[in-house]
């Protein structure tokens, strides 16, 4: 009886009318967990109930408290007939069993109905006394910590990284029952929730096993996925990342803040990139194909898998470093090769951890569904997914790699065909944070290794590069080889040194099928895959060179599978690395260069696409340092060499280099038009309309180049669903399913206008076709304002006195690339460099800003002011302090707050973020994950405005619980929030619609960085208030 | 091809304050596009009509989804569907429960009854507003009225706090739940000079001064119905124009204070006894439930228009009107003078400010 669960109910308020004839409502409440139910009284005639009820205790095992979310009922009391249900609230307990998260739910929760929505407000109270079971044999794994964030949470420390854990359950879909023909809407819709409820907790429960088996602690970078496999079933399955993790107690002594790190960005460029003298050349690296499709037991048709971009030698890698890294590579490959998977789903490192970078490595397969016979043993699903990972695994080698970074997996299905996806990037990893690892070997490693560029190395030997690509000399240090271009699906290291800034690039395709069914389908379908990726892969390579940069980030492809057409979006967000070559222009070549008028088509194309570039790098502010080309001694001497990709290999290269280019010396990218297909492709790639000025967008957590965040953040969920005629070409549809996308874009920057300067994060879109006919895009992101002016100046300060301000603002940066400049020898161990790897503890907490100390000033009078109000009106509220934290127009609510009352306390303002941080605020807690799964349905479509006022209203209402169950957490924001489901089905004719949503995310509570700068400088009369939001409860 | 589905909703929800006048103008979508494009937003942010029209409909939505919040007003403060910070909360209660004055003109002291509200459409056509502001409008009197009716304590404060209306809307709702309550008649053509601005100051005067919670304000009831003592002694002022001699002494007190300090000496003498005659009748019929709905009107007929026709200033209206209810306090015989006070404090004020040079 290791644990007993205790929940009380205190009021309801806003509760729907329930008695016509009195306007009013008779409510009772029943509070369910496990089989055990207790009941309140009945509160008569009241909208708003004071039950105030006892405290209902559940003495069960902590098995099922993993598994079961607490269930609350509330009921309206009929004495004559059935009691009406007006709704649920289904709680996660699964934060409270663990120490370091929340102690303790409380606050007021919507109340859901799946019919008819959010119906009123319950104040609940619910604790957890957890007894310590010391059973080795046991099923729990409380106290094992989830985060959704991709990267160490802010306010942990990680001790150990051990690696990939996954697990998946599956069941009957209980709308796909027998007893659905007989059951309402709403106990179908509620079976399901609470199938998932509980399906999603015992995942949860099984891989915190794993991670205790593995040693560990925590899981980071969890991703939970829901396959609503129809008839076959439902399938629940999860992959993260094990990791120990040590919490940081000490407040200012946490890792650097991606905006307190990145001004030192800008002018690490400077001295990194002035003494890069080695000029070399670059030609385009072609995608490798390994096509090969083969038929497996039952039916699966596997699509193996593109390799992107560059890799490499280690030829010539390092010179005193050369064994050394060769001892050191293979300890820890075999480290990891200990492992069945190699896998981190992470997209952020801890300092030091991530050494090289190989390029993307992905696999699909396409799958017949049948029923899951055997719930207890889902044997077949988990074949399934082994054969992709052994795929990738065996990608990642032949890149020279021993890890897969940034790894995530998708499914796309439609009837009986689904389409498995992983794909990540490949990539060696540091021992340091692995298990064997060679702890004094390392360090001395370390250093030769700089960070602004270390990572683009390529990690393979150059002699046996699986493809051609072209290596230069890294354009950072000169020292090592890199790409020519370079695709990855994490974010951007943080020290990478990046030239302007970036900008979300995206390739968008259709692709017309035949209808059909069975085996035919799904080899059709997998036929069809390759051509798709390559194709993406194209466009995105076109879509990167019209931009002038060199590698993408946070590379996304997703494939949905319709009944006649095949969906490919791939995002990315493409920047211009330093270390990397600057890319050449793009030259269009006509295949019937005879023809007069045909010839002037193809140079007004041209000129368009010179100009285009020429802008774009005026836009995104790309003017890298010129490097002196031919220097004596040049270590590669390379014939200027021209590789062309489009479809026909017949001409020579010779013939092309005729044409001069306008973009100089660098080498160009040709694009051959010898059909119309080429011509459309190269409107395609000019028809992306820019941003509109002020704006930026990214895919990745952070923009290169931007600093200065603004408080100001708006998280944003936008859905279109677009009907499209029968009878559409290829060319055709993806005209429209581009121009769908770009609309879509424009209308956020047009809603977003009051935001500028500002910069949309984290733009992830989710493409779907939910019927024929029908194209459904997703997008979720947040908007954050950053502040022009200082931007302007911390360049110009940059540019100006660069040593002194980088000695205030990150002095540990200086040093490394001091060290760099004076070319250490790599034995010599400098003490300064060692400090460098571990995180720097109180390395920003003394330094002191001066620019903003009258910020500071006038912030802490503010507070002050505040605190005058607080006392006046007498009312001390425990969340008062994370009302202070909220970002709202602080002078004006304040004002607006104590000259008016409204009726009762205020909604605490809860933020919600898809990145792992919040701009200008430190999380000081992470109190457990937020993962919740909602059904709405209605039967009165047109009435509730629609299917866009449906849909609107439900999303509003999930975003309202999330923000409601995060409060009671203690918590004011959400972080790594995300939208992984919105299944949306409608049937105008029967006025219907259904929509299911699935979210995640981490639920914190943080704290602005003015106010913690505030204890430090004026801690007698700041403690109090700090001490109170980092307690929370 | 079509866009079957368009949503955005954002974690603070997003409204645009100009999208929001159009909607509470009652416009259509497409109306409201039209505007848009002629303002210019289009130019300023790289937009399509497009882009606008997906915006202004799902900015309809978001205002529509947040009416019913909006009838309630304490409601949006501790409601969870939306995170609207509290300064746009305020934006939003205030901007919809402003008025036209053109339209409040037309209904001010109706009563708020179903008949008048089937009566919009003509009061539409007249004014140029659209009949769905209209009828918000008029939503938002009566349910003012409903919910003030009921309530104990200072109509302005009651408003105040239950809507969260700012000050001055808070006063013009009073005006206008107190004209409607006592139904004055404002729409005669004699008054149709008068602004709402004139009226909602008497109905200020009159519930600071008339109205029982002026008297005490542990009343029930108090702000919205007169004193109804009061009125009844309103009659006893009658003496002064029954009792001749002391209309007489009443006229030569003021006369003399008058003398040489007007212009309009001559006529005030002449006249003196009719708008005498006229301000007492008016105060002694006040216990008449219909002379009540009449008070203006006859303020206008009975004191306005002769002094207007004899081309009086302001000034010398002030003069004549102080004079007038000091003198009275100075006549042996008469001893009402609490009554006349409070009586004559608010109609001096009340004259001036309906008196338009």
């Given at each position: 009886?290791?644990?007993?669960?205790?929940?009380?109910?205190?009021?309801?308020?806003?509760?729907?009318?329930?008695?016509?004839?009195?306007?009013?409502?008779?409510?009772?409440?029943?509070?369910k967990?496990?089989?055990?139910?207790?009941?309140?009284?009945?509160?008569?005639?009241?909208?708003?109930?004071?039950?105030?009820?006892?405290?209902?205790?559940?003495e069960?095992?902590?098995?099922?408290?993993?598994?079961?979310?607490?269930?609350?009922?509330?009921?309206?009391?009929?004495?004559?007939?059935?009691?009406?249900?007006?709704?649920?609230?289904?709680?996660?307990?699964?934060?409270?069993?663990?120490?370091?998260?929340?102690?303790?739910?409380?606050?007021?929760?919507?109340?859901?109905?799946?019919?008819?929505g959010?119906?009123?407000?319950?104040?609940?109270?619910?604790?957890?006394?957890?007894?310590?079971?010391?059973?080795?044999?046991?099923?729990?794994?409380?106290?094992?910590?989830?985060?959704?964030?991709t990267s160490?949470?802010r306010?942990y420390?990680?001790?150990?990284?051990?690696?990939?854990?996954?697990?998946?359950?599956?069941?009957?879909?209980?709308?796909?029952?027998?007893?659905?023909?007989?059951?309402?809407?709403?106990?179908?819709?509620?079976?399901?929730q609470?199938?998932?409820?509980?399906?999603?907790?015992?995942?949860?429960?099984?891989?915190?096993?794993?991670?205790?088996?593995?040693?560990?602690?925590?899981?980071?970078?969890?991703?939970?996925?829901?396959?609503?496999?129809?008839?076959?079933?439902?399938?629940?399955?999860?992959?993260?990342?094990?990791?120990?993790?040590?919490?940081?107690?000490?407040?200012?002594a946490?890792?650097?803040?991606?905006?307190?790190?990145?001004?030192?960005?800008?002018?690490?460029?400077?001295?990194?990139?002035?003494?890069?003298?080695?000029?070399?050349?670059?030609?385009?690296?072609?995608?490798?194909?390994?096509?090969?499709?083969?038929?497996?037991?039952?039916?699966?048709?596997?699509?193996?898998?593109?390799?992107?971009?560059?890799?490499?030698?280690?030829?010539?890698?390092?010179?005193?470093?050369?064994?050394?890294?060769?001892?050191?590579?293979?300890?820890?490959?075999?480290a990891?090769?200990?492992?069945?998977?190699?896998?981190?789903t992470?997209?952020?490192?801890?300092?030091?951890?991530?050494?090289?970078v190989?390029?993307?490595?992905?696999?699909?397969?396409?799958?017949?569904?049948?029923?899951?016979?055997?719930?207890?043993?889902?044997?077949?699903?988990?074949?399934?997914?082994?054969?992709i990972?052994?795929?990738?695994?065996?990608?990642?080698?032949?890149?020279?790699?021993?890890?897969?970074?940034?790894?995530?997996?998708?499914?796309?299905?439609?009837?009986?065909?689904?389409?498995?996806?992983?794909?990540?990037?490949?990539?060696?990893?540091?021992?340091?944070?692995?298990?064997?690892?060679?702890?004094?070997?390392?360090?001395?490693?370390?250093?030769?290794?700089?960070?602004?560029?270390?990572?683009?190395?390529?990690?393979?030997?150059?002699?046996?590069?699986?493809?051609p690509?072209?290596?230069?000399?890294?354009?950072?240090?000169?020292?090592?080889?890199?790409?020519?271009?370079?695709?990855?699906?994490?974010?951007?290291?943080?020290?990478?040194?990046?030239?302007?800034?970036?900008?979300?690039?995206?390739?968008?395709?259709?692709?017309?099928?035949?209808?059909?069914?069975?085996?035919?389908?799904?080899?059709?379908?997998s036929?069809?895959?390759?051509?798709?990726?390559?194709?993406?892969?194209?466009?995105?390579?076109?879509?990167?060179?019209?931009?002038?940069?060199?590698?993408?980030?946070?590379?996304?492809?997703?494939?949905?599978?319709?009944?006649?057409?095949?969906?490919?979006?791939?995002?990315?967000?493409?920047v211009y690395?330093?270390?990397?070559?600057?890319?050449?222009?793009?030259?269009i070549?006509?295949?019937?260069?005879?023809?007069i008028?045909?010839?002037?088509?193809?140079?007004?194309?041209?000129?368009?696409?010179?100009?285009?570039?020429?802008?774009?790098?005026?836009?995104?502010?790309?003017?890298?340092?010129?490097?002196?080309?031919?220097?004596?001694?040049?270590?590669?001497?390379?014939?200027?060499?021209?590789?062309?990709?489009?479809?026909?290999?017949?001409?020579?290269?010779?013939?092309?280099?005729?044409?001069?280019?306008?973009?100089?010396?660098?080498?160009?990218?040709?694009?051959?038009?010898?059909?119309?297909?080429?011509?459309?492709?190269i409107?395609?790639?000019?028809?992306?309309?820019?941003?509109?000025?002020?704006?930026?967008?990214?895919?990745?957590?952070?923009?290169?180049?931007?600093?200065?965040?603004?408080?100001?953040?708006?998280?944003?969920?936008?859905?279109?669903?677009?009907?499209?005629?029968a009878?559409?070409?290829?060319?055709?549809?993806?005209?429209?399913?581009?121009?769908?996308?770009?609309?879509?874009?424009?209308?956020?920057?047009?809603?977003?206008?009051?935001?500028?300067?500002?910069?949309?994060?984290?733009?992830?879109?989710?493409?779907?076709?939910p019927?024929?006919?029908?194209?459904?895009?997703?997008?979720?992101?947040?908007?954050?304002?950053?502040?022009?002016?200082?931007?302007?100046?911390?360049?110009?300060?940059?540019?100006?006195?660069?040593?002194?301000?980088?000695?205030?603002?990150n002095?540990e940066?200086?040093?490394?690339?001091?060290?760099?400049?004076?070319?250490?020898?790599?034995?010599?161990?400098?003490?300064?460099?060692?400090?460098?790897?571990?995180?720097?503890?109180?390395?920003?907490?003394?330094?002191?800003?001066?620019?903003?100390?009258?910020?500071?000033?006038?912030?802490?009078?503010?507070?002050?002011?505040?605190?005058?109000?607080?006392?006046?009106?007498?009312?001390?509220?425990?969340?008062?302090?994370?009302?202070?934290?909220?970002?709202?127009?602080?002078?004006?609510?304040?004002?607006?707050?104590?000259?008016?009352?409204?009726?009762?306390?205020?909604?605490?303002?809860?933020?919600?973020?898809?990145?792992?941080?919040?701009?200008?605020?430190?999380?000081?807690?992470?109190?457990?994950?937020?993962?919740?799964?909602?059904?709405?349905?209605?039967?009165?479509?047109?009435?509730?405005?629609?299917?866009?006022?449906?849909?609107?209203?439900?999303?509003?209402?999930?975003?309202?619980?999330?923000?409601?169950?995060?409060?009671?957490?203690?918590?004011?924001?959400?972080?790594?929030?995300?939208?992984?489901?919105?299944?949306?089905?409608?049937?105008?004719?029967?006025?219907?619609?259904?929509?299911?949503?699935?979210?995640?995310?981490?639920?914190?509570?943080?704290?602005?960085?003015?106010?913690?700068?505030?204890?430090?400088?004026?801690?007698?009369?700041?403690?109090?208030?700090?001490?109170?939001?980092?307690?929370?409860? | 091809?079509?866009?079957?589905?368009?949503?955005?909703v954002?974690?603070?929800?997003?409204?645009?304050?100009?999208?929001?006048?159009?909607?509470?103008?009652?416009?259509?979508?497409?109306?409201?596009?039209?505007v848009?494009?002629?303002?210019?937003?289009?130019?300023?942010?790289?937009a399509?009509?497009?882009?606008?029209?997906?915006?202004?409909?799902?900015?309809?939505?978001?205002?529509?989804?947040?009416?019913?919040?909006?009838?309630?007003?304490?409601?949006?403060?501790?409601?969870?569907?939306?995170?609207?910070?509290?300064?746009?909360?305020?934006?939003?209660?205030?901007?919809?429960?402003?008025?036209?004055?053109?339209?409040?003109?037309?209904?001010?002291?109706?009563?708020?009854?179903?008949?008048?509200?089937?009566?919009?459409d003509?009061?539409?056509?007249?004014?140029?507003i659209?009949?769905?502001?209209?009828?918000?409008?008029?939503?938002?009197?009566?349910?003012?009225?409903?919910?003030?009716?009921?309530?104990?304590?200072?109509?302005?404060?009651?408003?105040?706090?239950?809507?969260?209306?700012?000050?001055?809307?808070?006063?013009?709702?009073?005006?206008?739940?107190?004209?409607?309550?006592?139904?004055?008649?404002?729409?005669?053509?004699?008054?149709?000079?008068?602004?709402?601005?004139?009226?909602?100051?008497?109905?200020?005067?009159?519930?600071?001064?008339?109205?029982?919670?002026?008297?005490?304000?542990?009343?029930?009831d108090?702000?919205?119905?007169?004193?109804?003592?009061?009125?009844?002694?309103?009659?006893?002022?009658?003496?002064?124009?029954?009792?001749?001699?002391?209309?007489?002494?009443?006229?030569?007190?003021?006369?003399?204070?008058?003398?040489?300090?007007?212009?309009?000496?001559?006529?005030?003498?002449?006249?003196?006894?009719?708008?005498?005659?006229?301000?007492?009748?008016?105060?002694?019929?006040?216990?008449?439930?219909?002379?009540?709905?009449?008070?203006?009107?006859?303020?206008?007929?009975?004191?306005?228009?002769?002094?207007?026709?004899?081309?009086?200033?302001?000034?010398?209206?002030?003069?004549?009107?102080?004079?007038?209810?000091?003198?009275?306090?100075i006549?042996?015989?008469?001893?009402?003078?609490?009554?006349?006070t409070?009586?004559?404090?608010?109609?001096?004020?009340?004259?001036?400010?309906?008196?338009?040079?």
């Open positions: 009886m290791p644990g007993k669960l205790k929940a009380k109910i205190v009021a309801g308020r806003h509760l729907p009318v329930m008695d016509r004839a009195s306007d009013l409502t008779d409510a009772f409440v029943e509070v967990f496990g089989n055990t139910t207790f009941k309140t009284d009945v509160y008569p005639k009241s909208l708003n109930p004071q039950w105030n009820s006892e405290w209902f205790k559940f069960v095992d902590d098995e099922d408290l993993q598994d079961e979310p607490l269930q609350i009922t509330v009921l309206d009391h009929d004495t004559y007939s059935a009691n009406d249900a007006i709704g649920k609230v289904y709680i996660d307990i699964d934060p409270l069993l663990c120490s370091e998260a929340a102690t303790v739910i409380s606050g007021w929760l919507p109340i859901y109905d799946t019919i008819h959010i119906r009123g407000e319950i104040n609940v109270l619910v604790k957890v006394d957890l007894f310590n079971d010391l059973n080795r044999f046991r099923q729990s794994s409380c106290g094992v910590k989830f985060f959704c964030t160490i949470p306010c420390r990680a001790i150990m990284v051990h690696g990939f854990v996954e697990e998946l359950v599956v069941n009957e879909d209980p709308e796909y029952q027998w007893i659905d023909r007989i059951r309402t809407p709403r106990a179908s819709n509620e079976a399901r609470r199938l998932i409820f509980l399906m999603s907790g015992e995942l949860q429960r099984k891989i915190g096993l794993k991670v205790l088996e593995m040693g560990g602690n925590a899981v980071v970078g969890y991703l939970q996925c829901f396959d609503l496999e129809g008839e076959s079933g439902l399938v629940v399955r999860a992959i993260g990342t094990a990791c120990t993790l040590e919490k940081i107690s000490t407040f200012p946490t890792a650097t803040h991606p905006s307190n790190s990145s001004p030192s960005k800008d002018m690490k460029d400077s001295p990194q990139a002035a003494p890069s003298t080695l000029g070399c050349r670059s030609t385009h690296s072609s995608p490798v194909h390994s096509a090969s499709s083969r038929l497996s037991q039952g039916f699966s048709v596997s699509v193996p898998t593109l390799l992107f971009a560059g890799m490499g030698s280690g030829g010539s890698a390092g010179k005193d470093a050369g064994p050394l890294k060769a001892l050191l590579k293979q300890q820890t490959q075999s990891l090769e200990q492992r069945e998977y190699p896998f981190f992470l997209t952020v490192f801890p300092p030091g951890f991530l050494l090289h190989g390029g993307v490595v992905s696999a699909r397969s396409v799958k017949l569904l049948d029923r899951i016979h055997n719930p207890d043993e889902p044997e077949t699903r988990d074949a399934w997914w082994e054969e990972r052994q795929e990738i695994k065996s990608h990642a080698k032949s890149l020279g790699c021993h890890a897969v970074v940034g790894y995530s997996e998708s499914t796309s299905i439609c009837e009986e065909v689904c389409i498995l996806s992983a794909s990540g990037t490949a990539a060696i990893l540091s021992s340091r944070f692995m298990q064997d690892g060679p702890l004094d070997t390392e360090l001395r490693f370390e250093e030769v290794v700089s960070p602004g560029c270390g990572f683009c190395h390529i990690p393979y030997d150059e002699l046996n590069i699986p493809f690509a072209q290596l230069t000399y890294c354009y950072c240090c000169r020292r090592y080889k890199v790409p020519d271009v370079l695709f990855t699906t994490i974010d951007l290291p943080t020290e990478a040194s990046v030239t302007g800034k970036g900008c979300l690039i995206q390739a968008r395709l259709c692709r017309t099928k035949k209808k059909a069914q069975g085996e035919v389908n799904a080899m059709a379908i036929n069809l895959l390759p051509f798709l990726e390559y194709e993406l892969h194209t466009q995105l390579m076109n879509k990167l060179k019209l931009r002038g940069m060199n590698a993408l980030f946070g590379l996304r492809i997703q494939i949905s599978v319709g009944e006649t057409m095949l969906l490919g979006l791939a995002s990315a967000t493409g690395l330093t270390a990397l070559p600057s890319p050449g222009g793009i030259q070549v006509g295949k019937t260069p005879s023809d008028t045909y010839e002037q088509h193809i140079s007004n194309m041209q000129k368009k696409i010179n100009d285009t570039i020429t802008k774009n790098k005026e836009l995104y502010e790309i003017n890298p340092p010129e490097v002196v080309e031919e220097i004596i001694g040049s270590p590669i001497p390379e014939p200027r060499q021209r590789s062309r990709l489009f479809r026909s290999h017949s001409e020579s290269s010779d013939d092309v280099s005729e044409i001069d280019l306008s973009h100089g010396k660098k080498d160009a990218f040709v694009l051959e038009i010898d059909d119309t297909d080429a011509v459309e492709d409107h395609a790639l000019l028809t992306d309309s820019p941003t509109p000025a002020g704006f930026y967008s990214c895919n990745t957590e952070i923009m290169p180049g931007i600093q200065n965040w603004t408080s100001a953040i708006q998280m944003f969920t936008s859905v279109r669903v677009f009907r499209l005629n009878n559409l070409t290829n060319q055709g549809l993806n005209k429209i399913f581009s121009d769908l996308c770009e609309n879509l874009l424009k209308s956020l920057y047009f809603k977003l206008r009051s935001m500028v300067p500002c910069c949309l994060c984290h733009l992830n879109f989710t493409v779907a076709i019927e024929d006919e029908l194209i459904q895009v997703a997008v979720t992101a947040v908007a954050l304002s950053f502040d022009k002016v200082q931007t302007l100046e911390n360049g110009k300060q940059s540019g100006e006195k660069t040593p002194i301000k980088a000695i205030t603002e002095d940066q200086l040093q490394f690339n001091l060290e760099l400049n004076a070319e250490t020898s790599s034995s010599s161990i400098s003490p300064k460099g060692l400090s460098e790897v571990g995180s720097h503890p109180s390395a920003r907490a003394p330094s002191v800003d001066y620019s903003s100390f009258a910020d500071r000033c006038s912030s802490w009078i503010e507070q002050l002011k505040l605190k005058a109000h607080t006392i006046r009106r007498g009312s001390v509220k425990t969340t008062s302090s994370m009302e202070k934290a909220s970002p709202l127009p602080e002078g004006r609510s304040r004002s607006l707050r104590s000259n008016r009352s409204y009726s009762g306390s205020s909604v605490a303002v809860v933020k919600m973020t898809p990145l792992s941080f919040i701009p200008g605020a430190k999380i000081i807690k992470y109190l457990g994950i937020i993962n919740m799964f909602f059904i709405r349905e209605t039967s009165s479509l047109r009435e509730e405005g629609g299917v866009s006022g449906f849909l609107h209203t439900f999303i509003a209402e999930v975003f309202a619980m999330v923000r409601a169950h995060v409060a009671a957490l203690g918590g004011n924001a959400v972080v790594s929030y995300s939208m992984k489901e919105c299944v949306f089905m409608e049937n105008p004719n029967k006025n219907q619609a259904q929509c299911l949503i699935n979210v995640s995310g981490d639920a914190v509570i943080f704290v602005r960085e003015s106010e913690l700068e505030l204890t430090s400088v004026q801690p007698q009369s700041a403690t109090t208030q700090t001490s109170n939001g980092g307690e929370g409860t | 091809m079509s866009v079957e589905l368009d949503v955005f954002g974690n603070t929800t997003i409204m645009d304050k100009e999208v929001y006048q159009l909607w509470l103008n009652g416009y259509t979508v497409n109306d409201a596009v039209k848009r494009i002629e303002g210019g937003v289009m130019e300023e942010c790289e399509s009509a497009e882009v606008l029209l997906s915006d202004t409909m799902d900015q309809y939505r978001t205002f529509q989804m947040c009416e019913r919040l909006l009838h309630h007003p304490a409601k949006l403060a501790n409601q969870l569907l939306f995170q609207i910070p509290p300064d746009r909360q305020a934006m939003l209660i205030e901007r919809y429960y402003a008025f036209d004055d053109l339209f409040v003109r037309e209904v001010l002291g109706k009563k708020l009854s179903k008949g008048t509200k089937k009566d919009l003509d009061v539409s056509t007249k004014t140029g659209t009949l769905k502001s209209c009828r918000r409008q008029f939503d938002n009197f009566k349910r003012v009225f409903k919910v003030v009716e009921e309530l104990k304590g200072p109509l302005v404060e009651n408003i105040r706090q239950h809507f969260l209306l700012p000050d001055q809307l808070a006063r013009d709702y009073a005006a206008i739940v107190f004209f409607a309550n006592n139904r004055f008649e404002t729409g005669k053509k004699k008054l149709q000079y008068l602004t709402f601005q004139d009226f909602a100051f008497c109905a200020g005067q009159l519930i600071n001064n008339w109205t029982l919670g002026a008297v005490d304000n542990m009343m029930e108090m702000d919205v119905d007169l004193d109804k003592e009061f009125l009844q002694d309103l009659k006893d002022l009658k003496i002064l124009i029954t009792d001749k001699d002391l209309l007489d002494q009443h006229k030569s007190l003021v006369c003399t204070a008058l003398r040489g300090k007007t212009n309009v000496y001559n006529e005030m003498e002449a006249n003196f006894k009719n708008l005498s005659r006229g301000l007492v009748n008016i105060a002694a019929k006040l216990i008449n439930a219909k002379d009540v709905r009449d008070f203006f009107i006859d303020l206008v007929e009975k004191f306005i228009e002769p002094c207007r026709s004899d081309k009086w200033t302001s000034i010398d209206m002030n003069l004549y009107l102080t004079h007038y209810t000091n003198s009275a306090h006549l042996d015989t008469f001893k009402h003078h609490a009554v006349w409070r009586y004559m404090g608010v109609i001096k004020s009340c004259i001036l400010r309906l008196y338009h040079d």
